[in-house]
C-alpha cells in the first residue's frame, strides 16, 4: 500500500525538515519532492478549458520536483524538474532569473509545456538543489504567495 504523502509549509529560510526527508528519501534511493509557491487558489487565473491540451503553456503556479540518484540503475545523478507558465524554453533565460546551473548541471529536457529537467551530481549538497528550485520557482511565480508548500512522497 502506498503511502500518503507528507504536507509541508516551506518558508525558503528554515529548510531543515525538507532537507532532512530528502536525506531519508536519498538514503531510501525512492520517493521525491514537490515544492510550490502556496498560492491563494482565488488568485488563480481561471483554467484554459477543454483545449488546455494544445496550449504552450505549463501552470501558472510552478511546480518544482527533486528525486534523488537512482541506486537501482546505478544512476549517479539526481533530477530536478521545474513546470512553469513561461511558454517558452527556460534554460537560456536561468542566468538572467538568478538560478544559472551550476557546473556538472546538465539539462535533459527544456520545453515550454513539459518544463525544464536538469540531471545533478548527485554528490551535489541537497541545499544547494533546494535553494535553486526556490529561486526558480519564485521567479517564476506571476501571483503573490506568503509561502511554499513541499509534498513529500515516500
Known amino acids: 500500500m502506498a503511502r500518503a504523502p507528507v504536507v509541508l509549509a516551506l518558508d525558503p529560510d528554515q529548510r531543515d525538515q525538507v532537507l532532512e526527508?530528502?536525506?531519508?528519501?536519498?538514503?531510501?534511493?525512492?520517493?521525491?519532492?514537490?515544492?510550490?509557491?502556496?498560492?491563494?487558489?482565488?488568485?488563480?487565473?481561471?483554467?484554459?478549458?477543454?483545449f488546455a491540451v494544445f496550449s504552450p503553456f505549463g501552470p501558472p503556479v510552478p511546480l518544482c520536483t527533486w528525486t534523488p540518484p537512482d541506486r537501482r540503475k546505478q544512476a549517479p545523478h539526481a533530477v530536478v524538474g521545474v513546470q512553469h507558465g513561461r511558454g517558452a524554453r527556460l534554460a537560456p533565460s536561468l542566468p538572467e532569473l538568478g538560478a544559472a546551473l551550476r557546473e556538472g548541471w546538465r539539462v535533459v529536457q527544456d520545453q515550454p509545456k513539459k518544463g525544464l529537467v536538469v540531471s545533478v551530481p548527485g554528490a551535489e549538497d541537497r541545499d544547494v538543489i533546494l535553494r535553486w528550485l526556490i529561486a526558480v520557482g519564485g521567479a517564476l511565480c506571476?501571483?503573490?504567495?506568503?509561502?511554499?508548500?513541499?509534498?513529500?512522497?515516500?
Do not use: E
Not at 35 to 44: A, K, W
Not at 142 to 154: D, Q, S
Open 142 to 154: 506571476p501571483l503573490p504567495y506568503p509561502r511554499w508548500v513541499a509534498t513529500i512522497y515516500r
Open 21 to 50: 526527508a530528502m536525506a531519508q528519501i536519498d538514503a531510501a534511493g525512492r520517493g521525491w519532492v514537490n515544492l510550490s509557491p502556496d498560492v491563494d487558489p482565488q488568485d488563480l487565473p481561471p483554467g484554459p478549458g477543454p
